[in-house]
């Protein structure tokens, strides 16, 4: 096994360690300065022997190229932070000991220098390497003294000196690589919760914004200061320039103000732009007794239709699917007996038309109950990959069979090229194509012509399958086509308007589109845009894009 010395930094004090670094190299540049400064005066090198000034402005020379160096690459010895850190160390002490030497009046300061150098140091290496600079720079001390020192007791002080500041050496290093690693978890600590601010801040935005309700912030002076896209909308798409409450929606200042001096709220719908749903505006305080700042929300009226329908439609369902089980049971009896009549030879022909009046009342009351139940069951798709183009075909020949068609013609048209694949419930997008084939044998007819109708499966934009229900009967008004999806709407006298409605549930829940599209030169189209088989990764991507002739 293999250690590496000088591990890499830590990636979350990589700027902690770039200034430790600037600063190290600065001193250094300072404390060369100092040397030169102490090497070239005249009483900074008392009690000297002739020829040791000479060598210490050569120390103090060198030691100031090698800081201008190390100063000049500061940025470029970033990736190797600790290296360089450990080699510069080797040469501060090597050059305060040099230094201690050739100026000994000078000693205290330059190992009190020498302190700043290992203390930055232990910043930045570990705990074992900054001891054993300490440790260096002790010995190095210590060996000097005792190479130069005298029997008497000026000797005994300079070893004392010299033992005191090795004390120093390894307290301060040691202390300050503890102070240095609580930094990094600090600063690791902040950078963690400052990412998680962000990060919340961001999806807070996120939610306000795509929030269907409403928001708006308003300061005292009746300016909006946020707003999200719900509340745009609601307000009439204005400028981003157009701040002022009052000229935006006068109204919503105006509820404000009666709101901010009463305390009373006005829950009446009101119309803040033409074109745009009621809304009923709801008033709150950023912080309690404090009205600089004012949340408006804007619920919208048609939203809470919508829901107040759902939970309609869900308590309607479970009775009705009640209701619905008791009267299969009798009115299976009654069309039991009616067929038993119907076979009767001693009937006239009034009696068999209201036996046959009886039937076909049965038949409809029977596609009601129908209808009610699969509202109230919801049943979850199973879904497969199916090739809407053989299924279209096993469907029209399945429904031809089953179904008395007369004159009325049903085809299935498949796109020529690739199979098209899509992901449904084949049961369910049984009974969704079912019923839009039974709707436009129904509906889709000219005046005194019989239907015809088209079962088109085909590919889109990238891809995507679709299989299209098409008719040329008279079309579909624009004012009923808005409202052809809602339950129980409907412009036939005998019809139940759920229909459609169960036919765009069911698609919805095999993640598919049901839509109304006008055909040109008249007639109907609902598109069922499904989804596509999800491809494997080594499967090339291809975009097959076909039309059916119409």
């Avoid at 000034?53 to 190390?70: K, T």
Wanted: net charge negative.
């Amino acid at each position: 096994m293999s250690s590496t010395p000088f591990p890499p930094a830590p990636r979350e004090g990589i700027a902690t360690i770039r200034h430790e670094l600037s600063f190290l190299n600065a001193f250094r540049l300072v404390q060369a300065l100092v040397y030169v400064g102490l090497a070239f005066s005249n009483g900074g090198l008392g009690g000297l022997q002739p020829g040791v000034p000479d060598f210490a402005r050569s120390v103090a020379s060198l030691y100031l190229l090698f800081a201008l160096v190390s100063m000049l690459l500061n940025r470029r010895s970033m990736p190797y932070a600790r290296m360089a850190v450990a080699a510069a160390l080797v040469v501060d002490i090597v050059a305060a000991v040099l230094a201690i030497a050739a100026m000994h009046d000078a000693r205290i300061g330059i190992a009190m220098m020498l302190a700043v150098n290992l203390s930055v140091g232990a910043l930045i290496l570990p705990l074992r390497l900054s001891s054993f600079f300490a440790a260096l720079a002790t010995l190095g001390i210590l060996g000097r003294t005792l190479l130069t020192a005298d029997n008497g007791t000026t000797g005994e002080r300079d070893l004392l000196e010299a033992a005191l500041f090795g004390l120093a050496y390894f307290a301060s290093t040691t202390l300050c690589h503890v102070l240095g690693r609580q930094l990094r978890a600090t600063e690791a600590l902040a950078e963690q919760r400052s990412s998680d601010l962000a990060n919340l801040s961001q999806v807070n935005e996120l939610i306000i914004r795509r929030m269907k309700t409403g928001v708006l912030l308003v300061d005292d002076a009746n300016r909006i200061h946020q707003i999200n896209e719900s509340a745009w909308m609601l307000m009439g798409n204005p400028g981003a320039d157009q701040r002022d409450l009052g000229q935006l929606a006068p109204e919503l200042s105006r509820r404000l103000y009666h709101w901010m001096t009463s305390g009373k709220l006005d829950e009446t719908a009101t119309q803040l732009a033409d074109g745009v749903p009621e809304v009923v505006p709801r008033f709150t305080r950023l912080a309690p007794n404090d009205d600089s700042h004012v949340l408006i929300f804007l619920d919208d009226t048609s939203l809470l239709s919508r829901r107040a329908e759902e939970l309609t439609l869900t308590s309607l369902g479970r009775l009705s699917a009640s209701i619905a089980h008791e009267i299969r049971n009798p009115l299976a009896a009654i069309r039991y007996s009616a067929q038993l009549l119907a076979e009767s030879k001693s009937m006239d022909s009034t009696d068999q038309r209201m036996v046959e009046i009886i039937n076909n009342h049965c038949i409809r009351l029977n596609e009601i109950i129908e209808n009610i139940l699969q509202l109230s069951r919801r049943e979850r798709s199973r879904p497969e990959t199916l090739d809407l183009g053989h299924w279209a075909q096993a469907f029209v020949e399945e429904y031809s069979q089953g179904n008395d068609l007369g004159a009325d013609s049903l085809r299935a048209i498949a796109s020529s090229g690739a199979p098209v694949a899509a992901v449904a419930d084949p049961q369910q997008l049984q009974q969704v194509v079912w019923n839009l084939v039974q709707n436009a044998l129904r509906y889709g007819r000219l005046p005194g012509e019989p239907a015809r109708v088209m079962v088109v499966t085909r590919q889109g934009e990238h891809g995507v399958p679709i299989l299209e229900v098409i008719d040329r009967g008279p079309g579909i008004a624009p004012k009923v086509a808005a409202q052809i999806f809602e339950p129980f709407y409907t412009t036939h006298e005998y019809g139940t308007g759920l229909g459609l409605y169960l036919a765009r549930q069911m698609s919805d829940a095999n993640q598919a589109a049901l839509e109304y599209v006008r055909v040109a030169g008249g007639g109907s189209c609902f598109r069922l845009v499904l989804t596509p088989p999800a491809r494997s990764p080594a499967e090339p991507a291809e975009t097959t894009q076909s039309t059916a002739t119409r």
